[in-house]
């Protein structure tokens, strides 16, 4: 597979657009899911999406391989997101507004909780700074350490952990009277 | 070791603790510090609970079909590749000026869409088609501005950029307006646009001259400007009738 990756690369930057196509399908679902992981909305994450394998594209000259595809593919997506959230974070600041994040239509009264629980995450990380909420992401849904995370931010590692502290004291401070109320639910059945 | 505190925990938590053995000798013998570790836990495992939207099998074909008009041309060992760069403006100025003479010929011969706007148009639509002629204005100075821009200054590169974030957020809108409207080729202009203000909005803080150039060159192939413009100024006649 990584063999057989390596040689579409290799095809792709001798100007085959069929194997950037099969580069393009191969990687595109975990592109996305890493984008709407940083960015949180949707139609933002397919922006990201796009905008990753245009400069994947752009960029594959650059590409020396000691890597590989996917894990500089995935560096890409980091900071296409990443800018994507310091501009919308900019826009919000003139006073137009954040983005709409789409809250889960309430289910069954069975998963009421959990469905509110989900709908206080996703508020929860809208809240969150561009830096801390893709820092946070990059530790807690990717599994990337801290240092490869400030290798990939730019940032020091006092920064790095601090941007990952503050992103978990403000997840808490909205989401531990939640847990305790599902822990009590759970107990009273 | 010192009583750890909560940084401490959430190092542990991730696995990333300096001494890892001896947060957990102090989770194993306080019962308190348990409990403020078993409520961090609780936490950031609720954080899991969102749920990836799904995306289909064709997904990778989807992002294919919307990225493919986007990617620049690959320099070719032979042909178009091998001319000079004066020859290609040069065939680029001809297609442009064929371009401006099939545009003229087709306003003269095609039936003028405006006795079908004064028949049928409503006032939503007249609203909505105002709206859009006032969109395409703003995007054609702004495509204007990128295509004859000299210096990749980055003061006027921040206000592009957030120009551009303006105008994506509205051309979405009037996109799909325009589309379930019954206005197909309207739909269709706002949709070419669409990649380049994306591509804007999103654009790096400090993008290469080369990025620049490809960005404008491309705004220039499309003759979008022309197009925008053109479009535009028609919708604009209309709604002064």
């Known amino acids: 597979m990584e063999r057989d990756e390596t040689r579409i690369v290799e095809r792709a930057r001798a100007g085959d657009g069929e194997a950037f196509r099969e580069l393009v399908e191969r990687h595109g679902s975990r592109v996305f899911r890493l984008a709407w992981r940083l960015t949180g909305d949707e139609e933002t994450a397919e922006d990201a999406v796009q905008e990753t394998f245009l400069r994947a594209y752009r960029s594959l000259g650059r590409f020396d391989g000691r890597s590989g595809f996917g894990t500089w593919l995935h560096r890409i997506a980091v900071n296409v997101s990443y800018e994507i959230l310091r501009q919308r974070e900019r826009r919000d600041d003139r006073g137009e507004g954040p983005i709409d994040l789409p809250s889960p239509e309430p289910g069954p009264d069975r998963r009421a909780l959990s469905v509110e629980v989900e709908r206080t995450v996703r508020s929860a990380m809208a809240d969150l700074s561009p830096l801390e909420r893709t820092a946070f992401v990059l530790r807690h849904f990717e599994g990337r350490s801290i240092s490869e995370i400030c290798d990939q931010l730019g940032l020091r590692p006092s920064a790095g952990k601090q941007a990952i502290f503050r992103a978990v004291r403000k997840l808490r401070r909205v989401l531990e009277p939640l847990v305790q109320t599902v822990r009590s639910h759970e107990a009273s059945q | ?241």
Do not use: C
Not at chain 2, 81 to 107: K, Q, T
């Open chain 2, 1 to 241: 070791m010192k009583h750890p505190s909560d940084d401490d925990l959430i190092l542990f938590f991730y696995g990333e603790a300096e001494d890892a053995e001896a947060i957990r000798r102090q989770l194993e013998a306080s019962p308190e510090l348990r409990a403020r570790y078993e409520t961090l836990r609780e936490v950031l495992e609720a954080v899991d609970d969102g749920p990836v939207p799904e995306r289909g099998e064709s997904y990778g074909a989807a992002i294919w079909a919307r990225l493919q008009p986007r990617l620049p041309e690959r320099r070719k060992p032979a042909g178009w590749g091998s001319f000079s760069l004066d020859l290609r403006w040069a065939f680029a100025g001809l297609a442009a000026a064929l371009l401006l003479v099939a545009g003229f010929v087709a306003g003269r011969l095609w039936p003028r869409p405006e006795a079908r706007v004064a028949e049928g148009t409503d006032g939503r639509e007249r609203i909505l088609l105002a709206a859009v002629a006032d969109h395409l204005q703003r995007s054609e100075r702004l495509l204007a501005e990128v295509a004859n821009a000299g210096t990749a200054d980055t003061a006027v590169l921040d206000a592009e950029r957030a120009w551009a974030q303006d105008l994506l957020a509205a051309n979405r809108l009037y996109r799909q307006s325009t589309r379930q409207g019954g206005r197909p080729r309207l739909a269709a202009l706002l949709d070419e646009l669409e990649p380049f203000l994306l591509e804007l909005a999103n654009s790096p803080l400090e993008p290469t001259g080369g990025e620049l150039e490809d960005l404008r060159r491309r705004v220039e192939e499309q003759a979008l400007l022309f197009k925008v413009r053109v479009v535009g100024e028609r919708l604009d006649q209309q709604q002064t009738l």
